[in-house]
């Protein structure tokens, strides 16, 4: 039999830190990147005698997801200790949830591809928990060392249902999770600070079958790239055992991107092997129903309902308006400029996700930093559409309100920057440029039409970015014959 003969299973467990200024049960700074063993305490680090108090901010986030993820909100839950040793964990338990999660049974719509189909994810449960310390290597010094700092960052883990089917579709998962997160302001999800995570469930099955196969889970997977290889690598592993006799073990792999491979980590832990029991250094968590739905009515337009607006009611192309919404600032003004109408929102996007953001960039600025209002960039942009300015003349117009209190208007005022739109002086133009460019002439006319934009360019370099390309296009054909 052939790989096409099976069908991957994949299933996601996403790890997310939770942007709290403390710790889960402990008034520790929640911070990346701070000297090392600076931000922990005897809560944080299981002293004996010493007693964690939940951060009731943690609980809000947890909920915040649940409802973005459509889930079932559980008003009474507990928390449990999973026991497990490993250096960087010093009280050698994790508290955790384990049988009665704070959110369940929920779903998320993802969108595929350019053309918007969807597929509905399944969400199995988002619990919260406490995070782990890090161990610490170098070539500098032998075996390891520890930083207890990020012990006690708050997580919340994500469980997906086994509802994926290809790394493309993990990846899109993996994607709409994260802008979720980043849209209700609850994580940072840098996953070069590993502040977002995720663990990979993978099995195959023949296709038709109705039977999930034995699954494998893949740690130490550090980008979502990387979750699409390791997830292409290990069901392409488990058919080669199968298509040679043998069987699939449940076990736990760690993925190696740098060699595209993975390796036997140790045999798969089921929930006994844990030993799990409620915390009993912790009250059960009473969440009234009024306090959830207060928080449900804070939940924003999430980012896939905000693309599918973009894409429908404005006919944004799909990577315009992803790119609008990947972005907080941009997306901030595009609404502005949306509900103030009076131009074309394709022209508004591709100046957002063009110049203005080539601008930002090479400035390392934001536009919160900057002069630029959407009633600013509507004036511009008007002026263009009216044949005021051109798109030439708009760009210097663009540079220079970017960092200073002007109008587009004053500026082209004073820049003389208005658009020739005089047929006379244009004619004259034409006329001077096709007599120096006779060669170019003569390509075009046998045959060689992009030589036509060539004599455009030539006719906007005389006028300065000035002239109106449509009329000088219009006089060249004209000429030309």
């Known amino acids: ?12 467990e996403v790890h997310a830190e939770l942007s709290t200024d403390t710790k889960i049960y402990c008034s520790c700074k ?74 369940e049974h929920g779903y998320v719509d993802v969108i595929l591809d350019e053309e918007c189909h969807q597929k509905r994810i ?20 032998s075996g390891s060392l520890v930083d207890f700092n990020r012990c006690g960052v708050p997580l919340i883990e994500i469980v997906s249902e086994p509802d994926l089917r290809s790394p493309q579709e993990a990846k899109a998962y993996l994607d709409t999770i994260r802008s979720i997160l980043q849209y209700l302001d609850i994580s940072d999800c840098k996953m ?40 292409e690598y290990e069901a392409n592993r488990q058919i080669e055992v199968l298509e040679s006799g043998g069987t699939i073990t449940q076990e736990t792999r760690r993925w190696d991107d740098q060699r595209g491979q993975n390796f036997l980590l140790r045999s798969k832990e089921d929930a006994q092997d844990y030993r799990y ?36 009611d404005f006919g944004l192309p799909y990577f315009d308006a992803n790119l609008l919404c990947e972005s907080g600032e941009k997306r901030a003004l595009f609404e502005e400029i ?47 559409e009216q044949g005021t300015i051109s798109n030439t003349a708009a760009k210097t117009v663009l540079e220079e309100m970017f960092w200073q209190d002007k109008e587009p208007s004053e500026i082209v005022e004073e820049r003389g920057l208005g658009q ?53 296009r219009e006089l060249l054909l004209k000429q030309l014959g």
């Not at 296709?207 to 990387?226: A, H, I, L, Q």
């Not at 009234?288 to 739905?293: G, I, T």
């Not at 934009?453 to 370099?461: A, P, S, T």
């Not at 002239?467 to 000088?472: S, T, V, Y």
Request: glycine share 8%; hydrophobic share 35%; proline share 4%.
């Open 338 to 384: 949306a509900a103030k109408g009076g131009i074309d929102l394709k022209a508004a996007a591709n100046w957002l996700n063009g110049d203005i953001t080539r601008i930002l960039n090479e400035k390392n600025k934001t536009l919160a930093e900057s002069s630029l209002s959407a009633d600013k960039l509507i004036g511009m942009i008007s002026m263009i």
């Open 30 to 103: 929640n911070s990346f990147g701070s000297e090392v063993n600076s931000n922990c305490c005897e809560v944080c680090t299981g002293m004996p005698g010493t007693l964690p108090t939940l951060n009731r901010k943690v609980v809000d986030y947890a909920i915040k997801m649940g409802h973005a993820l459509h889930c079932k909100i559980n008003n009474v839950c507990k928390q449990d200790r999973k026991n497990y040793f490993y250096p960087d964990l010093p009280k050698a338990y994790q508290i955790s949830q384990f049988d009665i999660p704070l959110c």
């Open 277 to 312: 029991f409620p915390e009993p250094d912790l009250l059960t968590i009473v969440v009234p129903e009024e306090r959830v739905q207060q928080l449900r009515e804070e939940i924003p337009e999430l980012p896939g309902e905000k693309l599918l607006r973009y894409v429908k």
């Open 420 to 472: 020739i739109n005089d047929d006379s002086a244009l004619q004259a133009i034409v006329g001077d440029v096709l007599q120096k460019n006779e060669k170019v002439v003569m390509d075009y006319k046998n045959g060689k039409t992009n030589a036509l934009g060539f004599l455009v360019g030539q006719c906007m370099r005389a006028t300065k970015g000035q002239g109106n390309p449509a009329a000088l």
């Open 192 to 231: 070069q600070e590993g502040s977002i995570r995720c663990d990979v469930n993978v099995s195959v099955r023949k296709c038709g079958s109705g039977e999930f196969g034995t699954r494998c889970e893949m740690k130490n997977v550090n980008s979502f790239s990387g979750a699409m290889r390791a997830i």
């Open 1 to 12: 039999m052939s790989k096409t003969d099976y069908e991957m299973v994949v299933g996601l």
């Open 122 to 141: 399944g969400v199995t449960r988002i619990h919260i928990e406490e995070d782990a310390g890090k161990l610490i290597h170098d070539d500098s010094f």
